[in-house]
Every structure is written in structure tokens, then in C-alpha cells.
């Protein structure tokens, strides 16, 4: 009873107290637990009331779900490295992954670094200092300038963090480099809860950052050593390759983060940095005023690479059938890296002893710790499976010149690759030329196309009193396209000056120097207009001494005083061969770089970013082995191919990468097109690969007539009071079929060298036909002067419909356009070929 009564009063407080609490009843959060539960069912509510599908929730659930995943992973992985720079040793003990390990750790010659890191972390606020001048005084006015949209743009905050910039690892070369020279390699990482806004007031728009990850190995050369102070004449800067990114976006940016979109938003990124900070791109901060900066920005390669992609032998099938009970082959494909310049073989299918055939050609700028990387891949529908994997010290084939070997595979437990190695020597004088070209077999025919006997370097600096385009009194937008035969590249484009500026450096693989020519055209990038051009027979490098020429070139219809000025070498590429004692051997496996196999997992293939490649590297030559054992290409002519609008891409890897996908299998890409070839039958791109295997089961042991792919009618002219050239596509007429029904076929158009989308033209398709009429006419916007240098690519295509295996090439034509009677205008009927080549002209 007692503790009853002991209760009762409490229980009459509480009774009491009630109805107070009643009344303390959170109107607010109630109000907003309401709209929250409205605004979740209005949408299950609105398409129950139109009648839609349950499906669109389901997707917008999924979608949701999706992103939220993402950024959980990628906070994650924020949170793993900031733990890791904050407490190493700690992160270690804890179980760190081997690829999360620093640099040193891996590599028995990097040294750690952590009086530099001590340096760098009293010198960080400093550092950002400036970081945040640069922003605010140079990268804001040179936005607001580019366009009149963009004139209200500023930076509302710019602050880089409290996280210093880490070294991982430094190492310093001291074998097989120049006496007046250092070179060091730095280990760098940066994981930064940064916050960077900016805003666009005239239309209300506000983007920014939030934290950045980049990891990548930095080159530093101290050249040239001089015997005065600062004893150093010059520094420069570069990316070995492509640093890992990894940003967070806010504001409208934050779209960014849509999975899809993300990797896209990381690879515009990367692009613009390898534009100035990847090699052969580099920053060069003079010490001494007498320092050539334009030689130190840009040198010439210590040599190029021929690689002969031959065979492979006992690879492993990863094809399985009936859920792995049946074992069958693989579907073999090459990856071959050198530095940033990316090729990719064909694909054999159901092979496991596949043959190739191939040669590309590298460029080798640094060629100490730069490595040949190649990877086999087994081509799946999903997932490409991996076959093995090689890295080779470039050093080692200096040494050796050339190289024809068998090398093992790494990571497998079986399977072989058949390598021939060339190491070329860059001569500056014509003194081997004939030699060379015999070797190459340069024919008359073949004066754009096939192996290279020379290399051409131009540095673009500057142009002087160029014309002011369509309209008078204002400033154009001048960009210089360049091209030797079917290749083409571009500079960037320098806003609103008569007198830009470039300093840009620009290769060009070249066949024979004797035939070939170098033509330059400045453009207005604005108005889409020329504003002069040039001209340069390579013919007189020859003659020129060290074949060079550096000064300033008249344009032609141009200004009066309107100058180009680049700095133009040539220099043969020649196979040197070693002195050797007759007992001299070589080890059948080159010296491999010591890596450890968690970084070597993080696949090539997998890195690919979404932009064509740098000129070199998405353009490099692949053609038939030459001496080699197998010669079903070797009969064949070289003959110029239209590049794959796409080529395999990078985006580098990182030693001290934190990704947690550093130990998976490589990811599927869509793009698919092996290297654009130029010379050989058995590796020419997969679309006029396909044609010519298609012709040869047509022929099947008959003899085909004079037009077996059929044949195109066409009307060229040009139109002077319209100034474009003016292509009218009449028919075509006895094409193949690609299937029971006929062909699709459609008709597209480039005007060579332009090769950009907006310069493509097609027909409507003709269903089912295999004699169509179009009778479309397509205009270019071009001079007649510039016009006759131009070339016409017509291509026939089938269509197909909608992920049908039945697209394809069904013939080419290239129509030089240098004729005196353009003006007048021609009809005729063109033969197609596999690849334009040598088109008969049916009158």
C-alpha cells in the first residue's frame, strides 16, 4: 500500500503534466514530416491518375539509389586518403591495401621525402596565396574575355585547404642521362577539401568545387647546369602521363556527379591539364636569360619506337559455355602503351595462338622511366577478360637496337608474345635517306602512306598583321591547322588578337620527305574563314642546314604584311646497329622495372578516357611485319584508310593510386575500332578489313568485273559568286549486299583534312536497294585557292536498323580536287574501292 501511495502522486504529476505536453507538440517538424511523406507519394499518385507504368518509379528509385551509392564510394575514398596522409603509419598498421602504399615502399630506388614534405606544409599557406592570385587575376579575366556571355564571371571563393600537396617518393636518376642535366621523378598526391565558387551573375548561376583528388608521377629536369649562379639555367615540369583525378562538384556542377556523367566531366578535365602539363607538353621557367626556352620547351625526341606486334602463342581461354562446363577460346586483342601514346591491335577471333602482323611507331621523349606496357585482352560482350601482361625497359632496346624475341607473359599461367623491337636513331642530315626509303620500300604510289623514314617537327610560336576576317575593324579568332597527306592537327585557338601566340609543338610521322608536303592554314575560328596559308615542299629541309628552317613565312592570301613564324626540322629515322664481339648474347627477356603486381592490375584498357587522342598517338602507323616470318601482307600496297573517328585512350595511371578499383579485372569500353592503319591488308581498320573479306567471298574462285564494290555518280563543282564548293550525289549503282534483302545504303562526305562532325555531309538512306537514287546536293563553304588543296572523301555506307550487326562500309572514294576545270564543274561515275584508293573515273 505504501508503495502505492509512493506512486501516486508521481503518477498525478505526470497526469498533470499532460496536458503541457500536449501542447509542446513540434508544429514544425510535424508540418515538414508531412510535405516530406506528400512529396513522396504525389509522384506514385500522379502516375497512377495519367495511367503510366509502375516502372517510372522503380527507375527513379533505382536512379536514386544509384547516386547516392556513388558519392557514399567516392566520400569514402576521400575519407581513406585523408586518413592515410594525416597518419601513415598508422594507416599501414591498420591494413592497408599494397596499392595504397607509398611509392617507396614499391620501388627499392625511391627514397622517402619527408624533409620536402615538411617544407611544403610550413610553405602552404603561401602556396595558396598564391593559388589564389593566379585564379583571381589571370584565370577570371582570361574567362570573362573568351566569350560576351561569360563577361559577368568571377570567383566568390577560392580556398585551396588545409591539406599540403605530398611527396610520396622521390627518385633521381643517375645512369644512362646527359652530364648537364637532373632529372628526378616525384610521387605526388594531393587529396584536398578545397572550395572553389564561382558564379555567372547575368544568368543567375553558381557551380563550384568542393574537394579534389590527383595523383600522379611529376618529371622534374634541372637543365642546363652551368657553371655560374643559380648553377641552374632552367627548371621544367611534366606528367609522365595523365595524373588520377577525382573531383567533387557543388552548385549546378553537382550534376556532375550523375554516374555517367562524372567520368566524362573527369576526362574533359584531365585533357585540359595534358594540353600544358602532360608530355611532350611541359612548363619551363627560365633561371638565366640566355636560356633557348623554346629548345628546353619542347626538345626533339631521344628516338621513336617500331614495334612489330607479331603473334602470341598458348594464351588461355576464357571463353566458357553452359555455365563453364564446356571450355572453349579466347577472342585475343592487343594493348600497347608508350607513355601517353595508346595503339590497339584487332581483334582474332577464337584463337588462341592469334597472329597480328602489326607495327606502330612510338615517340620516346624520356626514356628514362618510360617503359613499353603492353596487355592481352579477351574480347567479351560484357567484360573483356585479361590474358597477360609485358613491360619492357625502353632502355634495355636502346642498348640493344633491335630486338626479335618471345617473351613471356606476366600475371598467367601460360602464354607467349612475339615481339620485334626497333630502336631509330633521329639523324639531322639526309646522308641515309636513300637507304632508308629502300628499306621502307617508298614508292612512287605510296607518297603519303606506310612506314616512316623521317620525322617532322614544327614549333609553332607566333603570327604577326593577320587580316581581321568578315568584318572589318575587329579582331579574329585565329587557329592553325597543319597537315602532311591524310594527316591533320590543329593548334589552339587564341581569342581576339591580329598577333597570337601559340608556343606549341607539333609531330608529324613522314614516308618520304622527297614527295610530301607541308601545308599550314590560319583560320578564323569565329567566322569559319581562312586568313592565309602556305605551302613548304619538304624537299628544301632536305637541302637546309642541320634540315631546319626557323623564320618567319609569308602567308599567301593574307594581309600584306601577314606572318607566320614556326621553327621546322626534319630528321631521318635511321636503324642503328651495335658494335658486337662474335660471342655476344643477349638475355631473351629485356630487363623489366621493378613493379609490383597490385599496381600492374590497374589495367590500361580500363583507363581510357572519351576524347580522340593527341595527333601522334591516335594517327601512329601500323603496317605489315617486314622480314619477318609471315609476308601475307607483304605483296599488298600501301593505301590510305580513313582513321577511326575514335582510337583507344588513356587516362594514366598513378603508382600511389587510392582507387578501390585498383585489383579488379578491366572494365568493358565501348569503343572498340583498332589503330587506324595505313599500309597493311591484314591490319587495316575493322570497317574496310570487313569489305575486303566481304570481296573475296563474292569472288569465291570467279573472276569479279572492273567495279566489283560498284559505282557512284557525283557532279564537283565550284560555285565563285557562292564561293562553296558544290558536290550534287546522283546514285550509285551495282553495290553489294549485306544481307538477303539487299543493303541500306547512304552516302557520307568529309572535305579532307577536316574531319570534325560539323564538316560531315550524308544522304538521306535508300532502303533495300542496291542501285539508289539520291540526287542531294551539299554544299562546302571554301575558296577555290584553298579548295584545290583539299581532297573529297565520299564514303558509301549500310545503315542498318537499330543495333544491327549489318552496318558497314560498302566503298570509298577519294576525289582530288586540284583540277583547273572545278570552276566549270564535272558529272561522272566513280569506281569504289575498299579505301578510295585509285579511283577509275567511268566517263
Not at 609543338?505 to 622527297?514: D, G, L, R, S
Amino acid at each position: 500500500m505504501s508503495g502505492a501511495g509512493d506512486r501516486g502522486p508521481e503518477a498525478g504529476a505526470a497526469q498533470a503534466e499532460s496536458p503541457g505536453a500536449a501542447l509542446s507538440v513540434d508544429v514544425a517538424g510535424l508540418l515538414a514530416q508531412l510535405a516530406r511523406s506528400f512529396a513522396l507519394l504525389l509522384p506514385v499518385y500522379a502516375l497512377g491518375y495519367l495511367g503510366l507504368s509502375f516502372s517510372w518509379v522503380l527507375l527513379a528509385l533505382g536512379l536514386l539509389v544509384w547516386c547516392r551509392r556513388s558519392r557514399g564510394l567516392k566520400a569514402t575514398r576521400l575519407c581513406r586518403a585523408l586518413a592515410l596522409l594525416e597518419d601513415e603509419e598508422r594507416a599501414v598498421r591498420l591494413g592497408v591495401r599494397a596499392c595504397d602504399l607509398p611509392a617507396w615502399v614499391h620501388f627499392p630506388d625511391t627514397e622517402r621525402a619527408e624533409w620536402l614534405n615538411k617544407t611544403v606544409k610550413h610553405m602552404w599557406p603561401f602556396i595558396c596565396q598564391f593559388i589564389e592570385k593566379l585564379f583571381r587575376e589571370t584565370i577570371e579575366p582570361a574567362v570573362r574575355g573568351a566569350n560576351t556571355h561569360l563577361s559577368t564571371f568571377s570567383f566568390t571563393k577560392v580556398d585551396v585547404g588545409q591539406q599540403p600537396l605530398r611527396i610520396n617518393g622521390v627518385k633521381v636518376y643517375t645512369e644512362n642521362v646527359d652530364k648537364r642535366q637532373i632529372i628526378l621523378d616525384l610521387q605526388i598526391s594531393f587529396v584536398g577539401n578545397c572550395e572553389i565558387d564561382l558564379e555567372i551573375k547575368r544568368y543567375f548561376c553558381r557551380a563550384g568545387v568542393q574537394s579534389i583528388q590527383i595523383h600522379g608521377t611529376m618529371r622534374v629536369i634541372l637543365e642546363p647546369l652551368i657553371g655560374d649562379m643559380p648553377l641552374v639555367g632552367a627548371l621544367s615540369v611534366f606528367f609522365l602521363r595523365k595524373p588520377l583525378i577525382e573531383i567533387n562538384w557543388t552548385g549546378l556542377t553537382n550534376l556532375l556527379d550523375i554516374p555517367g556523367l562524372n567520368g566524362l566531366s573527369d576526362t574533359i578535365i584531365l585533357d585540359i591539364i595534358s594540353n600544358y602539363l602532360v608530355l611532350p607538353n611541359r612548363i619551363t621557367v627560365p633561371l638565366v636569360s640566355e636560356v633557348q626556352i623554346a629548345q628546353l620547351r619542347f626538345p626533339i625526341p631521344k628516338g621513336v619506337l617500331r614495334i612489330h606486334f607479331i603473334e602470341a602463342q598458348d594464351l588461355q581461354g576464357k571463353d566458357t559455355y553452359l555455365k563453364g562446363l564446356v571450355k572453349g577460346k579466347s577472342d585475343p586483342y592487343g594493348i600497347i602503351r608508350v607513355g601517353n601514346q595508346i595503339f590497339q591491335s584487332k581483334v582474332i577471333k577464337e584463337n588462341l595462338s592469334p597472329k597480328w602482323n602489326e607495327v606502330y611507331e612510338a615517340l620516346v621523349y624520356e626514356h628514362p622511366g618510360q617503359e613499353l606496357e603492353i596487355e592481352l585482352f579477351d574480347e567479351d560482350p560484357d567484360k573483356d577478360d585479361f590474358l597477360g601482361s609485358l613491360m619492357i625497359d625502353l632502355i634495355e632496346v636502346e642498348k640493344e637496337r633491335l630486338l626479335d624475341e618471345w617473351f613471356t607473359l606476366d600475371e598467367v599461367p601460360r602464354g607467349k608474345l612475339h615481339l620485334k623491337l626497333e630502336w631509330l636513331t633521329l639523324m639531322p642530315n639526309a646522308s641515309n635517306l636513300d637507304k632508308v626509303l629502300t628499306d621502307i620500300r617508298a614508292d612512287k604510289d605510296q607518297a603519303n602512306d606506310g612506314l616512316s623514314s623521317s620525322l617532322l617537327i614544327l614549333y609553332l610560336d607566333s603570327a604577326r598583321n593577320l587580316p581581321s576576317g568578315k568584318k572589318i575593324n575587329s579582331n579574329p579568332n585565329p587557329l592553325v591547322q597543319m597537315s602532311v597527306g591524310h594527316r591533320a592537327q590543329e593548334s589552339k585557338i587564341r581569342y581576339k588578337t591580329n598577333e597570337p601566340v601559340w608556343e606549341e609543338n607539333f609531330t608529324f610521322f613522314i614516308h618520304n620527305p622527297k614527295r610530301q608536303d607541308l601545308e599550314v592554314e590560319v583560320r578564323d575560328e569565329q567566322h569559319q574563314c581562312s586568313l592565309g596559308h602556305l605551302k613548304i615542299p619538304l624537299s628544301q629541309l632536305l637541302t637546309s642546314d642541320d634540315m631546319t628552317m626557323n623564320q618567319r613565312f609569308q602567308l599567301s592570301n593574307s594581309g600584306p604584311n601577314s606572318t607566320l613564324k614556326m621553327k621546322i626540322a626534319l630528321r631521318v629515322l635511321h636503324l642503328e646497329k651495335p658494335e658486337r664481339s662474335p660471342d655476344h648474347q643477349h638475355s631473351a627477356q629485356v630487363k623489366r622495372p621493378s613493379v609490383s603486381k597490385e599496381g600492374r592490375k590497374i589495367s590500361v584498357r580500363s583507363q581510357m578516357s572519351t576524347s580522340p587522342g593527341s595527333g601522334e598517338s591516335s594517327t601512329a602507323p601500323c603496317t605489315p611485319v617486314i622480314g619477318g616470318s609471315h609476308k601475307s601482307g607483304m605483296e599488298e600496297r600501301a593505301q590510305p584508310v580513313e582513321a577511326s573517328p575514335q582510337g583507344p585512350r588513356d587516362l594514366g595511371r598513378s603508382s600511389s593510386s587510392l582507387q578501390t578499383s585498383a585489383t579488379c579485372s578491366p572494365s568493358h569500353v565501348s569503343v572498340k575500332e583498332p589503330t587506324p592503319s595505313i599500309a597493311s591488308d591484314i591490319s587495316l581498320p575493322i570497317a574496310t578489313q570487313e569489305l575486303r573479306q566481304r570481296l573475296r567471298q563474292l569472288e569465291n574462285g570467279t573472276t569479279l568485273g572492273q567495279s566489283p564494290l560498284g559505282q557512284i555518280q557525283l557532279t564537283i563543282r565550284h560555285s565563285s559568286q557562292r564561293n562553296k564548293l558544290v558536290v550534287v550525289v546522283h546514285s550509285c549503282r551495282n553495290l553489294i549486299a549485306f544481307s538477303e534483302d539487299g543493303s541500306d545504303p547512304y552516302v557520307r562526305m568529309y572535305l579532307l583534312p577536316d574531319k570534325r562532325r560539323s564538316g560531315r555531309r550524308k544522304t538521306h538512306v535508300s532502303k533495300k536497294t542496291l542501285n539508289p537514287v539520291f540526287d542531294q546536293s551539299f554544299d562546302f563553304s571554301v575558296s577555290l585557292p584553298e579548295v584545290q588543296r583539299r581532297t573529297l572523301d565520299v564514303a558509301v555506307k549500310n545503315s542498318g536498323g537499330f543495333l544491327s550487326k549489318d552496318k558497314g562500309l560498302l566503298g570509298k572514294v577519294l576525289v582530288g580536287l586540284a583540277s583547273e576545270e572545278l570552276a566549270k564543274g564535272w558529272t561522272q561515275w566513280y569506281d569504289l574501292t575498299e579505301d578510295g584508293t585509285r579511283p577509275h573515273v567511268v566517263t
